[in-house]
């Protein structure tokens, strides 16, 4: 049922889409030739063409209306997928820390480096 409503809904929107493209800026229709008063002159394709974008915008909403409803009801006891769920990695044990070498006994005395350089 939800597949279905959602391939209505595709039909729809391009509809809509095309029924839009269709109508000229100033508020005009198709803005063909033809009889003043026929369904094809300017102001029988405008009205015509209102009339189908109103009546498909309505079809829209309701649909998506309709859709929302199907979708909270057939999905609301749904799991959470977990699979690309990051896991903890156990940090390495630092390495232990060594005592430095005690000073040399003899008597020569130690060099310094200088810090400056």
């Known amino acids: 049922m939800f597949h279905f409503l959602i391939v209505v809904q595709a ?28 369904l ?6 405008a009205d015509f063409l209102t009339r189908t974008t109103t009546i498909l915008a309505t079809l829209f909403i309701i649909l998506s209306i309709s859709l929302a409803f199907v979708a909270a009801q057939k999905g609301g006891t ?28 003899s008597g020569a005395p130690a060099t310094e480096v200088p810090l400056d350089k």
Do not use: F, N
């Open 40 to 45: 094809m002159s300017a102001r029988g394709a």
């Open 78 to 105: 749904g799991e959470i997928d977990s699979s690309l769920e990051r896991t903890e990695v156990p940090a390495t044990p630092a390495a232990p820390v060594t005592t430095a070498p005690a000073a040399p006994a």
């Open 11 to 38: 039909i729809i929107a391009a509809s809509l889409v095309g029924v839009i493209l269709m109508q000229r800026s100033e508020g005009g229709g198709l803005g063909m030739g033809g009889s003043p008063s026929g």
